[in-house]
């Protein structure tokens, strides 16, 4: 296990270049398996939650060719398994899109509950009433989720609160159903866009990703394609608040800016300078920034997995603001860290009111999940002295290369090993 050591204090300073979006491709991998055939996938993120999709249908029967370190090729056609045991499916939420793809393949799947970060209570009752509408038979049994339907028939699906997980598996079982499936209410977030792309590139009839009104005529066969994954919209806004809040001037390069308006919007109400270019964002900021409230929404709202990282911003603003979470119950574990750095934040149930500090001060953190973690280091950039953030593997799940690009940018960073804690009392006898 590691840890990282950041010295804050640096502006982030130049350019970096953005990776392939992980809420994309942790869709696009499984959806794979509907193809029967070979897909080559471009702009893939070297992340852990990418390997670990992978090592998942790697053991299910899938080859898998690397072409180069961002390109894979995946042959689903031999596929042995509609199973997929808790060893595989914990430690990734995604691992559910497996049960939309498997039924959408085979007509019946078997899938470990899934794992992920903790935000409270992470039901699944919409994707199982989105099964149920398409003709599947859903039971739960000793942490195991089967589905199984003899034909999966088109039909509506009415979303009782816009999910992400729900609208995708949703279209990952009717592309092949039989005849024409609604989603109403349907998530409207990029990669849900990205995902009806690549199975349109497939072959399947899928139209009115990016409305909540998705509309999926089932067809008899996908085939193989080729497709490249779009750049990760949080991964950009990461960096665009942390240059933002370290006083600093970076272009965000490989992005699509219209994804990032809600980010843009919140840093330019706090003072940042943010100009947009075709496929790349620069942001600059000089001096302190002030106070904006936020309410994190589904998309075109401010994103949930931007909220730690603009609390880290706002906690050293001019000025009180208030967070509103409106679609994680448990979104705030993270504040107790920064507090540690002397940061004033009360929660009260999905409210966070930031008082803005002149500083933070260095202190011993934990990443308590994946943005939380991305918050951390920028907690750390921009506290006075060094900073250690332990759990960082949660990092490693959704930024790549995080140490190599921020110190291209000018943060003093550095990955070491956390020593072993002491075991062995004859050690020290
Ligand atoms: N919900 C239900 N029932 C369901 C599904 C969802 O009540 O059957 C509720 C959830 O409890 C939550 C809300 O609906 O309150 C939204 O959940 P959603 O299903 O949209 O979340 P998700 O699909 O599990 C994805 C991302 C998360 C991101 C959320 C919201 C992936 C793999 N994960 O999760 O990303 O926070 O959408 O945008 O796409 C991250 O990348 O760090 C991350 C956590």
Not at 255 to 261: A, D, S, T
Not at 303 to 330: C, F, H, R, Y
């Amino acid at each position: 296990m590691d840890k990282f050591i950041i010295r804050g204090g640096n502006k982030l300073q130049g350019e970096v270049e953005i990776s392939g979006a992980k809420n994309a491709v942790v869709a696009i991998i499984p959806a794979t398996i509907l193809a029967q055939d070979v897909c080559r996938i471009e702009n893939i993120p070297n992340i852990s939650d990418v390997s670990i999709m992978i090592r998942i249908l790697y053991q299910m029967g899938a080859q898998i060719k690397y072409i180069n370190p961002h390109t894979l090729e995946i042959d689903t056609r031999n596929i042995v398994s509609s199973t997929v045991p808790h060893d595989l499916t914990k430690h990734l939420r995604a691992s559910y899109y497996l049960l939309g793809a498997l039924l959408g393949r085979y007509g019946h799947a078997k899938v470990a509950m899934p794992g992920g970060c903790d935000f409270g209570v992470r039901p699944i009752d919409q994707h199982i009433k989105g099964f149920e509408a398409l003709g599947a038979e859903v039971t739960i049994d000793n942490a195991m989720v089967n589905a199984c339907a003899d034909t999966l028939l088109g039909s509506p699906v009415y979303l009782d609160m816009v999910s992400v997980g729900a609208t995708i598996n949703v279209m990952l079982a009717a592309v092949k159903a039989k005849g024409l499936t609604i989603i109403e209410n349907a998530a409207k977030e990029p990669h849900i866009v990205d995902l009806a792309n690549f199975l349109n590139c497939m072959g399947a009839d899928v139209r009115g990703a990016g409305t909540d009104v998705i509309k999926i005529r089932g067809v008899e066969e996908l085939h193989g394609c080729s497709y490249s994954i779009i750049p990760d919209q949080i991964e950009a806004g990461t960096y665009m608040v942390a240059a933002a809040a370290t006083g600093g001037d970076v272009l965000i390069k490989n992005v699509i800016p219209k994804h990032l308006e809600s980010i843009s919007a919140k840093l330019i109400e706090c003072g940042a300078d943010v100009t947009e270019y075709d496929e790349a964002i620069r942001v600059k900021s000089n001096g302190r920034l002030s106070k904006c409230n936020v309410k994190t929404m589904p998309h075109p709202g401010f994103p949930t997995d931007m909220q730690p990282q603009m609390a880290v911003l706002l906690s050293i603003a001019e000025g009180t603001s208030i967070i509103s979470e409106s679609v994680w119950d448990n979104r705030y574990r993270y504040v107790e860290q920064l507090i540690r750095m002397g940061a004033k934040i009360q929660v009260d149930g999905k409210v966070a009111v930031v008082e803005g500090v002149e500083k933070l001060m260095a202190a011993p953190i934990k990443a308590t999940d994946l943005r939380a973690g991305a918050a951390m280091l920028i907690a750390g950039m921009v506290a006075d002295g060094e900073t250690e953030i332990e759990d960082i593997e949660f990092i490693d799940r959704g930024y790549e290369d995080v140490v190599d690009k921020l110190l291209a940018l000018g943060a003093d960073i550095r990955r070491v090993p956390v020593e072993k804690p002491f075991t062995d009392a004859k050690q020290v006898l």
